[in-house]
């Protein structure tokens, strides 16, 4: 099981008293097996980790959020940080900036990683490059803002709803084979 925690109080700015640690506890949840929070020079490796999951080989990738507005996506191995993808500077600019909620791995180690404010999942290969962006909307897909794989390997996406709306929120299934 993995956690993230930090003190109380205001996210930002970071101080030298903020904590920031990504904890992977055993499997009774009560004996902590790793506490990651710098790296072998004493760096802060995050500022404040969102949704993270663990890839097929049981490294940790997360969404950072460097500040209010700034958000990344960071894979830790071995405490430190191994690749950092920032959006896709096709799509995500100074005025629609990278907005990543959540993340899953593919069966064949990939990562999909939703830009809700795109309306875009980003598909990336376990070394942290883009391999795919694809574009939600003409599918009628807005929003997306959490995923999870079932068990047969269906992609489900759960989108939110414009602020204001009287839309629902909608579930969507998606079948994907080759990632």
Known sequence: MIVSTRE????WPLTEHSRRQIVVLGQTGKKKVNVIEYDIQNKRLFSLI??????????IVAIDCTSKDIKRIVKVVNNSIEWI???NQDINTNKIPF???????TKLGNIIVTDK?????HILSEEGVLIK????EDNNILLPH???FDSNWNLWIGCSTYENSEDNAKIHKLEISGC
């Not at 109380?8 to 996210?11: R, V």
């Not at 404010?117 to 999942?121: A, F, K």
């Open 133 to 136: 962006c694809c574009m939600m």
């Open 85 to 87: 993808y920032e959006g």
């Open 146 to 148: 959490c995923l999870d």
């Open 50 to 59: 969102g949704r993270m999951t663990m890839d097929k080989t049981g490294n």
């Open 117 to 121: 404010d795109t309306h875009s999942l």
């Open 99 to 105: 907005n990543p909620y959540d993340l899953t791995v």
């Open 8 to 11: 109380k109080g205001d996210a």
